[in-house]
């Protein structure tokens, strides 16, 4: 048998048309549909009613414009003032954000010195002025010179810590190379059986990915 409609309206109030009154059907309240809601199609588009993200080439374009620094002047990441913090806690990565501007009109996959403020060296780190992370820290000391020599240590250091830990006695698949854990910015390396499998996936490691294809 059909369910028995009625309709329930709170104690000592007046009947309007907002909001509906509710219908009982089957001993659970619904609320009635009124002609003043709004879709619930317009409320979404209303929400997810952004501006569109810019194309890739419009970005850079963007952010070139906005940090470009001296020309003049040697080439050097300057940080804002303040925004150095997550650097002195070793933080590898750098956003765009974080920039006061860039000297010296560099290419994206150059690597550059990264100073505070003040001038204080930071870091060396791979530049990208086509991602929000700007730059990848290479390296933390200022003496040292991000080369061949550099990559091959590098991967000679990340082998070796799976050599410690006899991975290879439990399987011939593994990470050999794991990016920021060991050092390397955007690089992946991947051993399945006899077959390494190298991913790239920042402007620093491209930059270089011939020396490390070599080692």
């Given at each position: 048998p059909a369910r028995k409609e009625e309709t329930v309206t709170r104690p000592n109030s007046k009947r309007s048309s907002f909001p509906p009154p509710m219908k009982k059907f089957g001993g659970r309240l619904r609320r009635k549909s009124s002609k003043t809601d709004t879709p619930r199609s317009e409320q979404n588009k209303e929400r997810t009613n952004h501006q569109a993200v810019p194309?890739?080439?419009?970005?850079?374009?963007?952010?070139?414009?906005r940090l470009r620094g001296n020309d003049g002047k040697p080439a050097a990441i300057i940080l804002k003032a303040g925004r150095?913090?997550?650097?002195?806690?070793?933080?590898?990565?750098i956003f765009?954000?974080?920039?006061?501007?860039v000297d010296g009109a560099p290419v994206g996959g150059d690597t550059l010195p990264v100073r505070d403020a003040s001038g204080n060296f930071l870091s060396w780190a791979a530049y990208n002025p086509n991602s929000q992370i700007t730059a990848r820290v290479?390296?933390?000391r200022e003496d040292e010179v991000i080369d061949a020599e550099f990559f091959s240590n590098k991967i000679s250091s990340a082998l070796g810590g799976?050599?410690?830990?006899?991975?290879?006695?439990?399987?011939?698949?593994?990470?050999?190379?794991?990016?920021e854990s060991d050092g390397l910015p955007g690089l992946i390396v991947?051993?399945?059986g006899d077959v390494q499998v190298m991913q790239i996936g920042s402007a620093g490691a491209e930059r270089w990915r011939d020396t490390i294809t070599g080692i």
């Open positions: 194309a890739t080439g419009e970005f850079t374009n963007h952010l070139v414009s150095e913090k997550s650097l002195l806690r070793r933080h590898p990565w765009s954000g974080a920039i006061e501007r290479w390296s933390w799976r050599r410690e830990l006899k991975l290879a006695d439990q399987s011939s698949g593994m990470r050999l190379i794991h990016a991947d051993q399945y």
